[in-house]
């Protein structure tokens, strides 16, 4: 059956060209393992935050106030679209943690002295719930415990409201408001320094004088409710009780962050594959083409016995397709099973009570959709010449190649070699051949800096933020805001060498129809801890009476210098300005507004205050300022910029040891399989000449130098072409990050170009390496008898 | 670029340049073994131009494959010059090749990326000893084509090139299989004049193959192959030159 020996023609040309293929079928396979490993992970993360958040009641609108009374919980369930209502006092402590010098921060969050809260319940996973009236019994959050070693039984030691408090712990807890744990204006969460601390509501109202009142609200609404309006009700019922802006689920941290990541894994799982697909693309067509030419006579026979051209061509697509299926199942099982593994590298980086993984089968369908595609554009040029191939042209031997004398020619004969000549010719001959293989190699080095860039551009992040913007080694606010003299106290401490005072305010800034919320930070004129930063990463001096907003935030109002813009500060007497735009800050994480320091207390008509401070210690203190800030009743929270720039490392080196792995692993896998490629089917075009200057006398390191000559040629001419195209995929993949709370620069340094060229050139060597075993088993004698 | 000798001239005078000694070459094995050498025991004469003559299949090429260090035989051993060639190993043998074969080709196996001109440089810039590339081309009347490319030449000026190519690095020895076997007999003819006058100007020994016998009639030396074995060695009284052939 005729069909059925094209089949058996097919399967051995697979064979014979196993090699290649499987090298092929490996680009593809990496680029699909990306999408299926991307997809599997968001789909599963997804899930799991889905079911977390039913589960656990996750609210859907949250805000904060000084002190409302309890009473207004009915006016705010009265309000259209509101489902649930729940009530809760929420501030903040400094822990005494033996195993820190500085005091850890605990979130203080209430719960009910009665039955479970109806919205943000915690999940209790060690120890029990608090009984009602013991006023000492909380949960704390599983992580911190962790990384202090303390379970159910232990005590923590609390400054609340002023007042050592000496608390039981009775269980451990997580929440889906946790999930990612992170400080406003920290890189990454700091496990061992911020804790959650669930209390009774009595003992939270009795430390900080609520009784029969709140000072957050959570709500749930009806289902497919826009949180807009409810949110807008919500800050006019709040707006006399202190209220500092009301936000939907969108705008809550851990969300946003949770939502960020998931967003991102969908943009990458698409660019990523889409970009190594084309690469694969690119390959096949190389192979695909080259391997026509090979069998023009066999093509012309098979026409001339009557197949028709179809039939002929589909067997040449028939072979693109297995590469592309062989490519598809390999990617798919490896992704399937990477997907596994990154998702439990997820749920514990996010904080996730279970795991759950889970691969929508429609996933599958994607993956041969992208193999396909690649195929198909791989296969296009190919097929379309073996349609036109005419069966008597066919089988007649292709003509031979006419080369010409170019200005290798023009150079003193010593300079080229014969070798060298044949080089440049057999590029000349075929230019768009060399140049498609090139620029298969530039992709593929390309792909190495897409995959490896991000470490420069954390790094990047990490130097600005933490050694140019902020250089001081401690930030302590306080509890409330205190008169600027107390930033004497704080100098006269022992082995303080510089304090910088700030205080930050909650504002709602407004543009036209758009508004943001944020707590601005009113700054000293020329601040040298702590300072917002141009594009050159130049210091901004604070304007006297203006604005300075973080680029992505002047971007969200479509603010420019000079737009005056409306500052409704929700604090005190809430007083309305009204500030130009005087410069942007070049700000790598989440939003921020500067403002003079003084300008905010006039604004404010208060007397010169401040709610933190920035210090300068000197080392040889040693322990001494730490412990004193352990033991100060006005000290909120402490945070040690050593520990941020530690735990950014950490995090980061962890993630890269991951991810950069697999990433390096499977860019290498890319540029070994485009040399490969080449080099193979240079060879198998070649083998003859190659065979010829066996039989001439030339060592096989000789014959092999012509043909690895070419490929080292193009390599060293693909190599700055790599850069570039790297520094566009990399490009491509920072746009993969919502800007809003994480601007990836766009950061690529020399080691990395260095690390790319490497990787490909190591991907050389090995394939001179599988040449120069193949030119040993040339077979001398069959040259001799047999014509081109 | 040259290698180490691995062949050293420790010749007596009028010692044969090969020295073969019941060489046999078998291929396959069992049932299937095609015996393609049988016992051979033959020597080659330094300066000779000997034509090896049978038909094919007979073991001609098999015979030249392995006094070109591109083949082992089986069993018996080959000596060059003094030097065991069954000895060698595939390193030695490229240098061997290097330093004292030239080939040529039936189908002159040029590089067609290469003019005629280069083709040959890519031999003498790894021989010891070479002439210069020109001087190659003027031996077999090509000076006025040094600068084609072979699709620019004939197939009789493709084989000279070959030949000069083979020559340019004085070889002691030069093989050529069936050099005229792809041309037509006028151009066949003047690839012979230019192999004889080779062999004479340069004193290289020179092994030609054919199944053409009227080729046998220029040749100092005839080996006739049958069936694997060198059947009969005659020295012919009266050596024609290459124009008064025909075939």
Known sequence: MALGTLNRKLGRDLWRLRGQVLAAALIIATGITLLVMARGV????????????????????????????????????????????????????????????????????????????????????????????????????????????????????????????????????????????????????????????????????????????????????????????????????????????????????????????????????????????????????????????????????????????????????????????????????????????????????????????????????????????????????????????????????????????????????????????????????????????????????????????????????????????????????????????????????????????????????????????????????????????????????????????????????????????????????????????AATADDYVGKSAYMGLAALNRALDEAASINGTHLMVDPAAGETPYRRLKDAPLVRSVSRRAVNIETARKTMAEAMLVFSAVFTGFAAVIAFGVLYNGARVALSEQGRELASLRVLGFTRGEAAGVLVGELALLTVVALPLGGVLGYLFAWATTLSYDPELFRVPLRVEPRTYVLAAGVVLAALGASALVVRRRVARLNLIDVLKTRE | MTTSAPVQDNRPAAEPVYRCRGLSKVYGQGEAAVHALRDVTMDVGDGELGVILGASGSGKSTLLNILGGLDHPTAGTVHFRGTDLTALDDGDLTAYRRRHVGFVFQFYNLMPSLTARENVALVTDIAPDPMAPEDALALVDLEGRMDHFPAQLSGGEQQRVAIARAIAKRPDVLFCDEPTGALDSRTGIRVLEALQRVNKDLGATTLLITHNAVIAGMADRVYRVVDGRVDQVTEPDVRHAPADLDW
């Open chain 1, 42 to 581: 968001m789909v599963s993360l997804e899930v799991i935050r889905d079911s977390y958040y039913e589960r656990n009641h996750f609210a859907q609108v949250f805000a904060s106030a000084k002190r409302a009374p309890e009473r207004l919980a009915r006016a705010i369930a009265d309000l259209p679209g509101v489902r649930q209502v729940e009530t809760r006092i929420v501030e903040a402590a400094p822990l005494d943690m033996p195993d820190l010098r500085e005091p850890a921060t605990a979130q203080l969050i209430s719960l009910p002295e009665r039955g479970r809260p109806g919205l943000n319940r915690p999940l209790v996973r060690h120890g029990r719930w608090i009984e009602p009236g013991q006023r000492d019994e909380i949960l704390l959050s599983e992580k911190f415990a962790a990384a202090h070693g303390l379970g159910p039984g232990d005590r923590l030691r609390a400054t609340i409201n002023g007042r050592r408090r000496d608390l039981a712990i009775v269980g451990l807890a997580l929440s889906p408001e946790f999930i990612y744990a992170i400080a406003p204006g920290d890189l990454l969460p700091l496990e061992d320094h911020n804790a959650v601390v669930w209390m009774g509501r009595d003992a939270l109202a009795a430390a900080f004088d609520l009784d029969g009142a709140f000072n957050n609200v959570v709500l749930d609404l009806s289902p497919g409710m826009d949180p807009a309006p409810v949110v807008r009700a919500l800050d006019g019922l709040l707006a006399r009780y202190g209220g500092i802006g009301a936000y939907g689920r969108k705008e809550q941290p851990s969300h946003a962050y949770l939502d960020a990541e998931i967003e991102g894994l969908r943009s990458f799982g698409l660019v990523s594959p889409a970009i190594i697909l084309a690469v694969a693309a690119f390959v096949l067509n190389v192979i695909i083409g080259r391997t026509i030419e090979t069998e023009r006579e066999q093509i012309g026979l098979m026409k001339a016995f009557g197949y028709s051209r179809w039939a002929v061509a589909g067997h040449y697509g028939a072979f693109v397709l297995a590469i592309a299926a062989l490519g598809a199942v390999i990617g798919s099982a490896l992704g399937a099973w990477l997907g596994w593994a990154m998702t439990g590298f997820y749920a514990d980086f996010f904080t996730f009570p279970y795991l759950y993984y889970d691969l929508d089968p429609a996933v599958f369908l994607l993956a041969a959709l992208f193999a396909v595609a690649s195929g198909a554009l791989g296969m296009a040029r190919g097929l379309a010449r073996v349609l036109a191939l005419p069966p008597a042209q066919a089988m007649r031997t292709a003509p031979p190649a006419v080369y010409r004398r170019g200005w290798v020619d023009r150079l003193p004969a010593g300079l080229v070699s014969p070798t060298g000549r044949k080089v440049k010719r057999h590029i000349g001959r075929w230019p768009v051949r060399a140049a498609l293989t090139a620029l298969g190699i530039a992709m593929a080095m390309g792909t190495v800096v897409s995959m490896r860039f991000m470490d420069d551009s954390m790094a990047f992040i990490i130097d600005v933020q933490y050694n140019r913007a902020q250089r001081q080694d401690l930030t302590v606010t306080f509890t409330r805001a205190q008169a600027a003299r107390v930033r004497h106290d704080l100098a006269a401490l022992p082995g303080v060498r510089a304090v910088e005072p700030f205080r930050m305010v909650p504002v709602r800034l407004r543009l036209g129809a758009r508004s943001e919320r944020i707590a601005i930070q009113g700054l000293v004129p020329r601040p040298v801890l702590s300072r917002p930063l141009d594009s050159r990463q130049a210091p901004i001096p604070v304007p006297e009476a203006g604005l300075t907003l973080s680029t992505i935030l002047a971007q969200k109002l479509d603010a420019h210098p000079g737009d005056a813009v409306i500052v409704e500060v929700l604090e005190g007497r809430r007083p309305v300005l009204r500030l130009p735009l």
